[in-house]
């Protein structure tokens, strides 16, 4: 069981259903902090790295000596990471996604590829959870394939919780890719619900189960609940906008820790997601 | 020879855009005959990312040998460079200002990008 937990506005509180429902799971559970620009799930658990692997993506390399400038790489690119202009072609290897293309296209066999550096994968043990993080370098903008890389690690057989980064681009899609279903963390305002619908859009786009917690439930209005209701979405859980809850976040600590009545909360969270085979949610 | 102006509009009068990269479309003239033509950029106003390189092919396929524009990041400067395009600043309001202050001289020509990249 692969469970998302994504959101379109960002600061909804992807994290703290993340690492609650984790925690709260009290089994072998693998927690997948897939924010790789700014990861934060480790915060809560108060554990340091122990295994850290570098990953890279192939960008090309030209062999001056058989390129005669024909420019179908460049042609190929979609991400304008080769330009064709002179008697050789320019990388912007920044720019590369590492699909290999250009490689293939060339008809001198004068591309191949070399390892640049995107960031790195961090895995935290803490009790039961074991947290996967990715942590992408400092002036890297290329995001999904070190995602890629956190979600390589998923091991089968074990519970899976992935925290998305925020909004609905291409980091999320590649958090969200092969996920069994994915709770999208809202809260009740105007700008809560006006992302929750492109997330919605999303999520249905990618054909995977969903539903919506409502975070803060208490400030703004009641528009959220009324879209999902006329949009039959199920709204699987609403925490309390709790002055408590925020200072236990800030503290670093987890609510079903420092907050035990909000135990049931997020444990019905996980029988309607994690389990919801067997309470019938589709 | 060409030159290639960035601007929003379609005539010598019309402003001079200071972006390269996002500039909707180039209007190319031709000293010597003294003629212009437009070419459109407008596939990179949307664009996430990438704009000034392919910006930079737009040009260069222009036929133009020399740009005048606003300002100019590291990655465009490198494929107008690759190209055999001369980079111009300019900051005059209009393209018909700008033509002039080539005409005259009083445009040095770049060696370097003169701003940074949205990443850097």
Redesign the interface.
Known sequence: MILAVASGKGGTGKTTVSVNLARMLGANVQLLDCDVEEPNAHLFLRAEPNAQTVVTIPVPQVDEGLCDGCGACAEFCE???I?C??PTP?I?A??CHGCGGCAMVCPHKAITETDKRIGMVETVQAQDITLIQGRLDI?V?MAPPLIRAVKARLQDGIPAILDAPPGTSCPVIATLRSSDFVVLVTEPTPFGLHDLKLAVEMVRELGIPFGVVVNRYGVGDNRVHAFCSEQQIPVLLEIPDDRRIAEACSRGELIVDALPEYRGLFQSLIDKTMHRQKVGIA | MKIAFTTSGNELAAPLDTRFGRAPRFLIYDLEGETLELVNNQQNLNAA??AG??S??TA?RSGAQALVSGHCGP?AF??LQ???IRVFYSNTSTVAEALDAYRQGTLVESKTADVDGH??
Request: no cysteine; aromatic share 14%.
């Open positions: 991400y304008h990471a330009v202009f002179g320019l912007f920044e720019m002036g903008a | 990312q990438g390189i392919q930079a092919g260069a990655k490198r494929v690759a190209a055999g990443w850097e």
